[in-house]
Nanobody
């Protein structure tokens, strides 16, 4: 059974930084598409960033230039480095994964395209 466990959330002031981590267990393949989504109350879960097994990344326009997604296959870990945080970045952040080719990941923007999910980690940015 695949489990994803996020960590690294917290409270920071605007302009600050956080690094989220997502460790996978029960999954041995490196050919997967990994992503970070976020959700605020009353809104749909939105993709923040995703990364394919070829290392190609994609970002939501709202976080481009501020957030960086990366992966360490040896550690089975997905990361999200968040800099220049804004109050509007406040949300519950979820990591997600799906066994997939790199080509699949290029357009994997929707939560329905992912199979495995973490429990979420809260990020709160104060002004």
């Amino acid at each position: 059974q695949v489990q994803l466990v996020e960590s690294g959330g917290g409270s920071v002031q605007a302009g600050g930084s956080l690094r989220l981590s997502c460790v996978a267990s029960g999954y041995t393949r490196n050919a997967y598409c990994g992503a970070w989504f976020r959700q605020t109350p009353g809104k749909e879960r939105e993709r923040v960033a995703n990364i394919g097994s070829d290392g190609r990344t994609g970002y939501a326009d709202s976080v481009k230039g501020r957030f960086t997604i990366s992966r360490d296959n040896a550690k089975k870990t997905l990361y999200l480095e968040m800099n220049s945080l804004k109050p509007e970045d406040t949300a519950m952040y979820y990591c997600a994964a799906v066994p997939a080719t790199p080509a699949y990941c290029y357009t994997a923007y929707n939560q329905a395209q992912y199979v495995y999910w973490g429990q979420g980690t809260q990020v709160t940015v104060s002004s």
